[in-house]
């Protein structure tokens, strides 16, 4: 009987070695095979879910049906159609980045330092240059330029603190929904693996694997504790500050049956209403003279004055928009009129789409690959309930 035991756990361990294999780049057969098993099983619950769906029959389709038909056609609504489905661009591309930054178990990418701060950064400039908000920020998606065309204003008119946020909080809460969409997959899959009774390995090398570093081990032990004890509360204080092991979150609250609504409700209060909003603050604060004058004689009455302390926060706040203000003035440089400048501009829009591409790229191949994973799991388990 021992040696049955021993046996179970050495075809186990061998199993779960192959599986780590299985990329597509050593095993694409073996891949695409279990992604597509996994693929046709969404398909097949998406159409059940359409067909029996009141709403989608009697609400989303012929809405649809309603949107071809007034696209085909030309006529005094084209101007309201056009205004829907910029607003349909600007959102699918602020979510759309957001669950790109936070989707794939750490191979997301970077979106908020590649695209949101630097809108920031651009509605500042903006700001200050007009003396006013009265412009258009929302063409700044899908890699076109960004344009802020003045009008007139007195010269004694001042942009607000409120008036700049909150012509950013549209599209910071929309990457910080997405952010919070893109936490789903890893919460989903521990929770099946949970809900199936399949061992779940991403929450035991979480819970079993051991840093060099005694601290590490204390705090990945004490975020655990903490999900399991405090649910609601202490998801939404995970997701509230940038936290890069925020994935292990979403297994551990899988792997602990929360429910759907409590995990995904909390994240998304944490991230999209409260990180990204403090974040939006932070580098409002720093792309404006004023603000940031503000904040150095705060600090300079509230801290002892040899201390310096204002003057160095204000050097290194200055310094991390320096950074900013390089990247803008080069990329203004390169899209300068000139036919040169203008064919520079193409080229670097091309190389920038491209960017883009391999890193959705990168994105969609790591997804199909822990589906297949994930599926590989299901069989091996299966053929260790046999050999048991």
Not at 33 to 54: G, K, M
Not at 70 to 76: C, L, Y
Not at 105 to 111: A, F, V
Not at 217 to 246: C, Q, T, Y
């Amino acid at each position: 009987m021992a040696k049955s035991s021993e046996d179970t756990a050495a075809l186990a361990e061998q199993l779960r070695q192959e599986r780590k294999k299985l990329t597509l780049f050593r095993r694409p057969f073996s891949v695409l095979y279990h992604f597509s098993i996994v693929f046709l099983r969404f398909l097949t619950w998406l159409a059940l879910r359409v067909q029996r769906s009141r709403a989608t029959r009697f609400v989303l389709l012929p809405l649809l049906l309603l949107w071809l038909v007034a696209s085909s056609r030309d006529g005094p609504h084209r101007q309201l159609l056009d205004e829907f489905n910029d607003s349909v661009k600007f959102v699918v591309w602020w979510v759309g980045l957001g669950v790109l930054s936070s989707v794939g178990l750490g191979t997301g990418m970077h979106s908020g330092i590649l695209f949101l701060f630097p809108h920031i950064f651009l509605v500042v400039q903006g700001a200050q240059e007009c003396k006013s908000l009265d412009f258009d920020s929302r063409h700044h998606m899908w890699f076109h330029p960004f344009e802020a065309s003045c009008n007139n204003v007195p010269d004694t008119s001042t942009v607000t603190f409120a008036a700049i946020f909150w012509k950013v909080f549209l599209p910071c809460m929309l990457w910080g929904a997405g952010t919070a969409a893109g936490e789903i997959p890893p919460y989903a899959l521990s929770r099946a693996a949970k809900l199936a009774g399949q061992r779940n390995e991403e929450f035991e090398e979480i819970s079993e694997s051991k840093s060099q570093y005694n601290l590490m081990n204390s705090m990945k032990d004490w975020m655990i504790r903490f999900l399991e004890k405090h649910g609601f509360w202490g998801v939404l204080l995970m997701s509230a500050w940038p936290n890069m092991a925020f994935d292990l979150c979403g297994i551990c609250c899988g792997h602990f049956l929360m429910p759907f609504w409590t995990f995904f409700g909390a994240t998304l209060i944490g991230k999209a209403l409260i990180k990204v909003n403090l974040q939006a603050a932070f580098f409002i604060t720093i792309f404006t003279d004023a603000h940031l004058k503000r904040v150095e004689a705060f600090i300079g009455r509230v801290t002892p004055e040899q201390w310096g302390l204002g003057s160095r926060v204000s050097e290194f706040l200055l310094e991390c928009r320096e950074k900013f203000h390089s990247a803008q003035v080069k990329a203004a440089a390169e899209h300068a009129g000139t036919v040169t400048a203008a064919s520079s501009s193409s080229l670097v829009s091309q190389v920038g789409s491209w960017v883009m591409v391999a890193f959705i790229a990168y994105f969609a191949i790591s997804c199909i690959e822990q589906f297949a994973q994930q599926h590989a799991a299901e069989e091996d388990e299966k053929k260790l309930t046999k050999k048991k």
